[in-house]
């Protein structure tokens, strides 16, 4: 089913996170939750794979539900994090080549964060950030839950804050893609590339500026968007002709499935 028709149907949320990156629940469950909640269509949209898809498009068979094989591409910009939604993307051996990448690379990024941490006196081991992986893609919140279970912090939050946000100590760049990069491995992957959450990115001017590259869409709604944020980006993308799309970016029990603010 093609991106507008799922928007007009209203009943969705295209932007879910599962254990194939730094999500709590498999793509079994969140395909489960999604259909018990009443979506008609979700998205799978992992951090830098695709590894979650599968199992997603196979428990949705016996479920009244559309999965849209998705993703979500790490990019940098002017020093700024973008994050690239790509939606309906085919496994091309291009794409499936630069995700082997970024997964090598945060690998090794993971190792070094790990020694960051006990060169701080904070002794945890990769075997501790192993145990909260269940996929290939190790994230920065699998290190925070091994920081928080050894007693270090109050809980994840406050690990970001104290050691791995940007510019913290324990802080080390993962390998991203330029925006423009981004954008051609989506659509040369057959797929629909969407800015994610530009409210995240803290600087409006920015976002218009990439509203100049070649994106197919903008995450208009999403769960840290307030209504007057939703004002202004229906309205970039009315200015750009542009898809409006949304999702809870949901990752665990404290986000809720197909609850992001969004309203015809």
């Known amino acids: 089913m093609e991106i507008k028709k799922i928007l007009e149907n209203g009943c969705f949320d295209l932007h879910l996170h599962t254990t194939a990156s730094d999500g709590s629940f498999s793509p079994s469950e969140v395909v489960k939750m999604a259909a018990k909640k009443g979506l008609a269509s979700i998205a799978i949209a992992d951090h830098d794979t695709t590894d979650g898809i599968k199992e997603a498009l196979q428990t949705a068979k016996t479920l009244n539900i559309t999965v849209i094989p998705g993703i979500e591409l790490s990019t940098k910009y002017k020093g700024k994090n973008i994050d690239i939604l790509g939606y309906h993307i085919h496994e091309s051996k291009e794409l499936l ?107 409006d001017t920015l976002v218009e500026e990439l509203l100049h590259l070649p994106f197919d869409g903008i995450e208009v709604w999403h769960r840290k968007h307030n209504r007057d944020d939703i004002i202004r980006y229906k309205k970039l993308a009315e200015k750009y002709k542009i898809l409006m799309t949304g999702g809870s970016d949901f990752h665990n029990e404290d986000h809720t499935i197909g609850e992001f603010g969004y309203e015809l």
């Open 97 to 203: 080549g630069v995700l082997l990448k970024m997964r090598e690379h945060r690998y090794n990024r993971s190792q070094l964060i790990v020694n960051k941490f006990c060169e701080l006196g904070i002794t945890i081991n990769f075997d501790d950030v192993l145990k909260y992986s269940k996929g290939d893609v190790i994230a920065r919140p699998h290190i925070a839950k091994a920081v928080v279970d050894k007693g270090y912090a109050k809980n994840i939050q406050e690990v970001f804050d104290l050691y791995l946000g940007d510019g913290k100590p324990c802080a080390v760049d993962k390998m991203v893609l330029s925006p423009s990069e981004g954008i051609n491995l989506i659509h040369n992957a057959g797929g629909t590339a969407v800015l994610a959450h530009p409210l995240l990115i803290q600087d």
